[in-house]
């Protein structure tokens, strides 16, 4: 029903700025949730942020203040912004999109892009 693709990952020094893009298809994507998580080598997948239809926001406390989420709902595209990236930051980042209002259990949400690498160099 709803497909999934990031983009925008690649590679950037300590402290440099990275913007990630989740291009969607398929039908009500305007009704879904819309969240970001990460998985670090070695580590479980984790939450970043999320976002509801009407831009509620939430953050894990990891990235409150350098992350910024949003959505355009017109472009079927939501967006991570990442500014004062550090190395501990470098993940595959993953889309994902749920039919709850908004939510940060990575159980609560139905559908999953394929990840885009963030590396962050010290």
């Known amino acids: 029903q709803v497909q999934l693709v990031e983009s925008g990952g690649g590679l950037v020094q300590a402290g440099g700025s990275l913007r990630l893009s989740c291009a969607a298809s398929g039908r009500t994507f305007s009704r879904y949730a819309m969240g970001w998580f990460r998985q670090a080598p070695g580590k479980e997948r984790e939450f970043v942020a999320a976002?509801?239809?009407?831009?509620?926001?939430a953050y894990a406390d990891s990235v409150k203040g350098r992350f910024t989420i949003s959505r355009d709902n017109a472009k079927n595209t939501v967006y991570l912004q990442m500014n004062s990236l550090k190395p501990e930051d470098t993940a595959v980042y993953y889309c994902?999109?749920?039919?709850?209002?908004?939510?940060?259990?990575?159980?609560?949400?139905?559908?999953w892009g394929q990840g885009t690498q963030v590396t962050v160099s010290s």
């Open positions: 994902a999109a749920g039919r709850l209002i908004i939510a940060t259990r990575e159980t609560d949400y139905d559908y």
């Open positions: 976002i509801s239809w009407s831009n509620i926001t």
